[in-house]
T-cell receptor, first 111, second 113 residues
Framework: NAGVTQTPKFRILKIGQSMTLQCAQD?????MYWYRQDPGMGLKLIYY???????DKGEVPNGYNVSRSTTEDFPLRLELAAPSQTSVYFC??????????FGPGTRLTVT | TQLLEQSPQFLSIQEGENLTVYCNSS?????LQWYRQEPGEGPVLLVT?????EVKKLKRLTFQFGDARKDSSLHITAAQPGDTGLYLC?????????????FGKGTLLTVNP
């Protein structure tokens, strides 16, 4: 199994541009999550999904959108990028025993 | 919003020393997880505790979940440079079918040779 994969690993955006961060898992997990990690701030939940077709907001959803058309994929969309969205983004999936698997992260800079 | 406070925020020790890091909340969690994160990588799960008072051991690491399921501790015996990393605790909130993990800010541990 590849586990949780994320693309791209790095990206620089200009203010106002849009992009999609890709996340995929091959473990057939229903629960998937998007977190952002800022220096000294731990991980904050952006959006999560409990299964295909079902998504819900986390702690910091503003400026982001998600979709979950399949069990495997959970892309995160940034519309009108702002400097405040400069961060490292992690996608995670959760196994039935509440074991969290994290992807390697996407480092995003908005200038 | 459930909050998890981790202490200390930074810890620098010499190889061979023992240490304890703490994770505290005013909220009750259905489970508590500890992760270790190395620079440039995603967090990796170390342990999950689900029962109040539960103690789990992973080689030199001992994890304890508080009786009231509001706090947890991680004790490392005879720390080694390979233990260096960011230690994150995460509380599981199983409100209905929506299981969410709330993370603390982490403890950055440096073990010097």
């Amino acid at each position: 199994n590849a586990g949780v994969t994320q693309t791209p690993k790095f990206r620089i955006l200009k203010i106002g541009q849009s992009m999609t961060l890709q996340c995929a898992q091959d473990m057939n997990h229903n629960y998937m999550y998007w977190y952002r990690q800022d220096p000294g701030m731990g991980l904050k939940l952006i959006y999560y999904s409990v299964g295909a077709g079902i998504t819900d907001k986390g702690e910091v959803p503003n400026g982001y959108n998600v979709s979950r058309s399949t069990t495997e994929d959970f892309p995160l969309r940034l519309e009108l990028a702002a400097p405040s969205q400069t961060s490292v983004y992690f996608c995670a999936s959760l196994a039935g025993a509440r074991v969290g698997y994290f992807g390697p992260g996407t480092r995003l800079t908005v200038t | 919003t459930q909050l998890l406070e981790q202490s200390p925020q930074f810890l620098s020790i010499q190889e061979g020393e023992n240490l304890t890091v703490y994770c505290n909340s005013s909220s009750v969690f259905s489970s508590l997880q500890w992760y270790r994160q190395e620079p440039g990588e995603g967090p990796v799960l170390l342990v999950t505790v689900v029962t109040g008072g539960e103690v789990k051991k992973l080689k030199r690491l001992t994890f304890q979940f508080g009786d009231a399921r509001k706090d947890s501790s991680l004790h490392i015996t005879a720390a080694q440079p390979g233990d260096t990393g960011l230690y994150l605790c995460a509380g599981g909130d199983s409100g209905g079918s929506n299981y969410k993990l709330t993370f603390g800010k982490g403890t950055l541990l440096t073990v010097n040779p």
